[in-house]
């Protein structure tokens, strides 16, 4: 996982321990190592925020042995890129759930994305999740445009053993979340997923038609799945997408066969919105809640 970002990590802290930690000095390798940030699908306001910071924090720095200057740079690096992951609002997932719980209201997240992120997939997965943590789940087949999405999704009701709520294709997507939520205010369901038509950025009417979905429902969370493996088209999505319908946090996919591992890097960045899960397999019990401080920290070993 991410193994050329981290052999490019590697490849800087030795070129920076051997340099003298001036300004002029510190460029000319920045300069490379911002091309291969780049070349690892890290956008380039990443690469470039990433290297500014590390030059600015560097230069002058007075060290007296070799093996101090690596720690010194190790350190720094990972300081820098933590800002780079952190952002203002911490998601407490569970949290809210419970808090949900306690007044009796379900908890509901819509799901946003394109077609072949892992949208689906991923909302299966976020149930299991649920499930796991003793809360009951329904689904809303609110992708009512794509053909055997509403298949594909009570499939994964079926092997869940969970309940999807479902209206015709062609059929208003929002009226189908409200019917999931209004069954879930009826039934004591704690959860409502809501999956939604996956659309390319790009399409206004469709990215309209989810404006009006989120409009109709006031989800307590919109989280946007995109494709570790798509790269910097990963970013433009997220960006797209939050400028559109406003997203509160994303679901990276695939990410266990992603060996460039930008997307991880930038995606928050860009929105400055949490990775609130990676998907890192094809089973149900194959998500994990994102943890900046364990990736920075796996990206620099």
């Known amino acids: 996982m991410f193994d050329k970002l981290k052999s490019g990590f590697k490849g800087l802290v030795t070129k920076v321990t051997t340099t003298e930690l001036k300004a002029e000095?510190?460029?000319?390798?920045?300069?490379?190592?911002?091309?291969?940030?780049?070349?690892n699908d890290?956008?380039?306001?990443?690469?470039?925020?990433?290297?500014?910071?590390?030059?600015?924090?560097?230069?002058?720095?007075?060290?007296?042995?070799?093996?101090?200057?690596?720690?010194?740079?190790?350190?720094?690096?990972?300081?820098?890129?933590l800002e780079v992951m952190l952002t203002d609002k911490k998601i407490d997932i569970l949290g809210m759930a419970e808090e949900k719980r306690q007044k009796k209201e379900p908890l509901v997240l819509l799901f946003v994305g394109i077609n072949g992120t892992g949208k689906t997939t991923s909302i299966a997965k976020v149930a299991q999740f649920f499930?796991?943590?003793?809360?009951?789940?329904?689904?809303?087949?609110?992708?009512?445009?794509r053909a055997g999405s509403i298949e594909q999704l009570e499939e994964h009701a079926k092997r869940l053993n969970l309940r999807i709520i479902k209206h015709q294709?062609?059929?208003?997507?929002?009226?189908?979340?409200?019917?999931?939520?209004?069954?879930?205010?009826?039934?004591?369901?704690?959860?409502?997923?809501?999956d939604t038509a996956g659309r390319m950025q790009t399409?206004?009417?469709?990215?309209?038609?989810?404006?009006?979905?989120?409009?109709?429902?006031?989800?307590?969370?919109?989280?946007?799945?995109?494709?570790?493996?798509?790269?910097?088209?990963?970013?433009?999505q997220a960006e797209e997408f939050h400028k559109a319908v406003g997203i509160d946090a994303t679901i990276l996919t695939k990410v266990d066969a992603d060996v460039k591992g930008g997307a991880a890097l930038s995606v928050t960045y860009v929105t400055q919105k949490p990775i609130l899960f990676i998907g890192v397999g094809q089973s149900y019990k194959d998500l994990e809640v994102f943890n900046p401080e364990k990736?920075?920290?796996?990206?620099l070993r």
């Not at 929002?174 to 959860?191: E, L, M, N, R």
């Open 25 to 39: 000095n510190l460029r000319p390798v920045l300069s490379d190592f911002k091309m291969t940030l780049a070349e």
């Open 42 to 81: 890290v956008a380039f306001p990443v690469a470039d925020k990433v290297c500014d910071e590390l030059e600015k924090r560097l230069h002058g720095v007075q060290v007296k042995r070799l093996e101090d200057r690596k720690k010194i740079v190790e350190d720094n690096l990972r300081q820098v890129l």
């Open 131 to 145: 499930k796991d943590k003793k809360y009951s789940v329904v689904f809303a087949g609110s992708d009512t445009y």
């Open 169 to 194: 294709y062609g059929a208003d997507p929002a009226a189908v979340a409200y019917d999931a939520i209004s069954h879930a205010k009826a039934h004591g369901t704690s959860v409502v997923l809501i």
């Open 203 to 236: 399409n206004h009417n469709l990215m309209n038609e989810l404006a009006k979905i989120k409009r109709i429902v006031t989800p307590d969370l919109t989280i946007l799945t995109v494709d570790s493996l798509a790269g910097n088209d990963a970013v433009q």
């Open 295 to 299: 990736f920075v920290n796996m990206i």
